[in-house]
């Protein structure tokens, strides 16, 4: 299958400070993506659509000024936690989807970023 | 909304048995693709199986298989001659034709030798 890359895997960072988190399609173009937050032994939270080009859409109670994300080429989108406090600790997973909607296309998994907050 | 329902936090097998894990949604279209993905420690997604509304037959992957019941809405997986590399959590996930992915609460398998 195809590949979905994040960097960095794991940051710590200090409580006020933003972080970026990179999700890379290697092998095709994504003209969708998604990041999903998993906290400790739960499941994985849509917290936002992002087409190439265009705004991202949040999910209800996904505050898009904290969580900024852009999605400025086929291949790259970019998850900034801004003014990041304890509570943003978690785990993010990014997804990368190609092609349109009218037909099925497979959703990749990046490996995920483990995010701490001091 | 969609909601996906996994009603088992934790099941166990022992090696080289069967076991079912369940899975139920609920939506309004008729037209959506239903997932099972495994989630090792490494905590990367895996896709395990896959079933698309409008087919009848039940999705098969080796030792995988799934019992789609498109009017009761349930997705059960079924995984035989179980494997200590089964041992993960399961979570399945739901899939409008144009829409994004959501997932139920997951399924923590544990395989015993």
């Known amino acids: 299958g195809a590949v979905v890359s994040q960097h960095p895997s794991w940051v710590i960072c200090k409580s006020g400070t933003s972080v970026k988190i990179e999700c890379r399609s290697l092998?095709?173009?994504?003209?969708?993506m998604f990041w999903y937050r998993q906290f400790p032994k739960q499941s994985l939270m849509l917290m936002a659509t992002?087409?190439?080009?265009?705004?991202?859409?949040?999910e209800q109670g996904v505050e898009k000024d904290k969580f900024l994300i852009n999605h400025a080429s086929l291949t790259l989108s970019t998850l900034t936690v801004t003014s990041a406090h304890p509570e943003d600790s978690s785990f993010y997973i990014c997804?990368?989807?190609?092609?349109?909607?009218?037909?099925?296309?497979?959703?990749?998994f990046g490996p995920g970023t483990r995010l701490t907050v001091l | 909304a969609q909601t996906v329902t996994q009603s088992q936090p934790e099941m166990s097998v022992q090696e080289a048995e069967t076991v079912t894990l369940s899975c139920t949604y609920d939506?309004?279209?008729?037209?959506?693709?239903l997932f099972w993905y495994k989630q090792p420690p490494s905590r990367q997604m895996i896709l395990v199986i896959r079933?698309?509304?409008?087919?009848?037959q039940n999705a098969t992957e080796n030792r995988f298989s799934v019992n789609f019941q498109k009017a009761a809405k349930s997705f059960s997986l079924k995984i035989s001659d179980s494997q200590l590399g089964d041992a993960a959590m399961y979570f399945c996930?739901?899939?409008?034709?144009?829409?994004?992915?959501?997932f139920g609460a997951g399924t923590r398998l544990t395989v015993k030798p």
């Open positions: 992002s087409n190439e080009g265009s705004k991202a859409t949040y």
């Open positions: 079933q698309e509304a409008y087919k009848q």
């Open positions: 939506t309004s279209e008729s037209d959506y693709y």
């Open positions: 996930a739901y899939r409008s034709r144009p829409g994004d992915m959501r």
């Open positions: 092998d095709f173009q994504a003209t969708t």
């Open positions: 997804s990368a989807r190609a092609g349109g909607a009218r037909s099925y296309n497979e959703q990749f």
